[in-house]
C-alpha cells in the first residue's frame, strides 16, 4: 500500500454502508397531540363528539342531537392501544344506533380516521382526562380473591343481570346478552378500571341523561362503593 492513499475498495465500502443505512427504519415521530387537536376540527369530529363537559342540564333531546358519546374524558375512560385500533377500523360497540332503539344495520356510521392521522388524534383523545377521577383505586392485575371474584359475578349476573343490556363472554367462550348497550366482551381491554368504578358510583357525571341504573338514592341504595368496587374490577377483567 502506497503511504497516503486509501485502499481502491473504500469508496465502494462506503457506498454500500450508505445503501444499508438506507435500509434501516427511521424512527418513528411521536404522536403530537396537537396535530391530533387540528385533525379532530379538520375532520370535522366536534360536529357529533364533545369535547367539553357538558351542562348537567342536559335533555335526552339535546343528548341525542350529538350524534356521538361525549369525549371531554376519552383518556381517562379508554385504554390507548384500544383507541387508536377502533379510530383506524371502527366498529359498532352495541347493536343499535347512538341513544336509538333502532338496529345498527350496514356499514358503521362512524368514518375510519385517515391513517396518517390515527396516532396523532388518538394522542389528542388520551390527552382529554377527567382531572377530579381518582386513580389507583382499581386494578385489573392479578387474580382476585375468590370471594371477592364471586361478589363481583354475583352483582353483574344475577343482583342486576347487566347482560340484559351488555353482552358478555361466558367462562366457556360463548357470546351471551343483549345489544341494547355496549359490549363488555373486551371490556377489559378498551376501558380503563377506574373510569369504570367512577361511572358505576357517579354515572350523571359522565352522561348527563344516563339509561344505566343509578345505584344510589331511592332505586339502588342497597349498593355501597366497596360492592361497586368488586364489580368494576369483575368488569375490568372480561376480556383480557
Known amino acids: 500500500m502506497t503511504r497516503g492513499r486509501l485502499p481502491a475498495s473504500l469508496p465502494a465500502l462506503a457506498v454500500l454502508c450508505g445503501l444499508l443505512l438506507a435500509l434501516v427504519p ?8 396537537e396535530a391530533g387537536r387540528a ?3 379538520r375532520l370535522k369530529c ?9 351542562d348537567p ?7 341525542i342531537a350529538r350524534g356521538g358519546p361525549d369525549l371531554w374524558f ?11 385500533a ?5 366498529k359498532p360497540l352495541s347493536g343499535i344506533r347512538y341513544d336509538r332503539l333502532s338496529p345498527e344495520l350496514g356499514p358503521p356510521p362512524h368514518p375510519a380516521v385517515p391513517a396518517p392521522d390515527v396516532a396523532d388524534v388518538a ?23 375468590p370471594m371477592k371474584a364471586i361478589q363481583g359475578r354475583i352483582l353483574f349476573g344475577k343482583d342486576q343481570q347487566c347482560y340484559a343490556c351488555h353482552k358478555t363472554r361466558t367462562r366457556y367462550g360463548a357470546e351471551v346478552g343483549g345489544v341494547t348497550a355496549p359490549s363488555l366482551v373486551d371490556a377489559g381491554a378498551r376501558l380503563n378500571p377506574d373510569w369504570i368504578y367512577a361511572y358505576l358510583t357517579n354515572p350523571l357525571r359522565y352522561v348527563p341523561v344516563p339509561r344505566m341504573p343509578i345505584y344510589s338514592g331511592s332505586v339502588f341504595p342497597g349498593y355501597d362503593r366497596d360492592q ?5 374490577r369483575y368488569i375490568a377483567r372480561m376480556g383480557r
Open 46 to 54: 366536534g360536529a357529533c363528539h364533545a369535547v367539553t363537559r357538558p
Open 57 to 63: 342540564g342536559m335533555t335526552l333531546a339535546q343528548r
Open 228 to 232: 361497586m368496587a368488586d364489580l368494576a
Open 123 to 145: 394522542a389528542y383523545l388520551g390527552a382529554l382526562k377527567d382531572p377530579d377521577m381518582p386513580t389507583g383505586v382499581i386494578s385489573a392485575e392479578g387474580d382476585l380473591p
Open 74 to 84: 376519552a383518556g381517562s375512560k379508554l385504554q390507548p392501544e384500544w383507541l387508536a
Open 86 to 90: 377502533w379510530l383506524a377500523d371502527p
Open 26 to 33: 427511521a424512527p418513528a415521530t411521536a404522536a403530537s397531540p
Open 39 to 41: 385533525a379532530f376540527e
